[in-house]
């Protein structure tokens, strides 16, 4: 498996090759600026190229009518795209996370495989919805956080305001990492809290123009009544450190970078359910945190996603499949930049890889050398909507059936098989996934589906011994169903009803998050 003991000297070259990664995503609310720092980002690392393409997505999302013409854009459902770039002797890789809110589930297995978030705060508006729910979902994770303030160049609301409103709204210590020079039009640089060095986009001011005597008098409030960076807080997620910034003319960057290169953090341990791994341990281990089918329409691909969680993977390496006890080789491990892919011949921890497989590899799953060793926090969700798929054609039968699974395994929906026989039913947590699930069975299996209302309204695993399982299930057979992986799912009417249900089976343990990843096939 491994290639041969690793000499001290490889050793450390492994280990100074992990610690240069920098894996992170961008969290915002919509149009506070992802798109344009993304491309900033990018454009400092030296990948121009691709910059344009995420301009192109940009673009699409905008005209949101276009991307549920699936077969036209694939906009929402290719939602995983790294790209990587270079800067400062770092390794960069940067997680594209799905743009839509429906897709919560999408955006957390995104973040399980990031060591650090970019949260973009438009500064006139401060924290917006859509930043506060994935902030939370960082939370979960104790994901540390970096805060960009972006859109300095134009009104923007006051500084100590913003740094109280982050504190206060999202129970996040805030440490200013720099401080803005001007404001709006005047905006002109940044000064670096703690380093001291004043970065200007054009000339440096002299020390009596009007906005560095401002800067003077709010860096005295700044230094006496605002905390330090705190490394062990950054990296235990509960404080953040804070830039300023305009991405748009390019005040505050190389900032945001710098820090990153300084503060990392370089691959993190995740969690597993034996033990931690550590990220600059030697042996290779990997985490499937995304599957992504048909990418291509003209070849029926499958690829998972893998984030390499510790040591070194390398092209046609056998690695263990600790779901199934299987070896799997890795024939053509590949890095996906934007829509690019390229074959990877060796990845990292911190990296991700694109993995062609045929239906092995499932969200969740854990590949090492050897150990039985499965990694957790890929979670299912309990969806909140839960609609009976209703078949047009019913001589496609059992191509609806093989569709479900595979797009169910992609995590598009869930899906589960009620254990009274009648039609499946697919569980959502945004209603927006049905019309994805739509069209894609239209267009990628040619199957016509519609949706009909359940009785239910919430979905819990349930958990116990066998029998008392078993006799639960029989009492409640016709609000039984199996999920995907045939692990026992009640489904309840309402609220009351699942209340009352939990009272009166004090034998059962109802979960509304699965761990997945973990269960026996
Ligand atoms: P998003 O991905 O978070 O949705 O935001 P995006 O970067 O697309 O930015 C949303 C709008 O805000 C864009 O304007 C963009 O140019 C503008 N913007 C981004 N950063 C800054 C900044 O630092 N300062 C200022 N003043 N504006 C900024 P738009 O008019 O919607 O699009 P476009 O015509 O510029 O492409």
Redesign the pocket.
Known sequence: MSESPLTSASHKALMQEIAKRRSFAII?H????????TERILRAGGAIQMAGNVRAK?ERRRTRSDWMGIERDRGISVVTSVMTFEYGGCIFNLLDTPGHEDFSEDTYRTLTAVDCAVM?IDAAKGIEERTRKLFEICRLRDIPIVTFI??M??EAQDCFGLLDEISASLALDTAPATWPIGRAAQFVGTYDLRTRAKHFIAAPLPDDDSRMVQLAEELELVEGALSPFDHDGFNEGHLTPVFFG????EIGVTDLLDALVAYGPAPRAQPAETREVKGDEPGVTALVFKIQANMDPNHRDRIAFARVCSGRLYRGMRLKHVRSGKQFALHTPQFFFARERQLAEEAFAGDVVGIPNHGTLRIGDTLTEGEDLRFTGVPYFAPEILRRVRLDDAMKAKKLRQALVELAEEGVVQLFRPQDGLAPIVGVVGVLQLDVLQSRLKAEYGVAIGFESTPFTMARWITGQDKAIEAFSLAQRSAMADDIDGDPVFLASSAFMLRRTIDMTPDLTFHDIKQIGTQKI
């Open positions: 915002s919509p149009d506070a600026g992802k798109t344009t720092l940009g973009v972006n859109k160049d134009r305009s991405a748009m003319k």
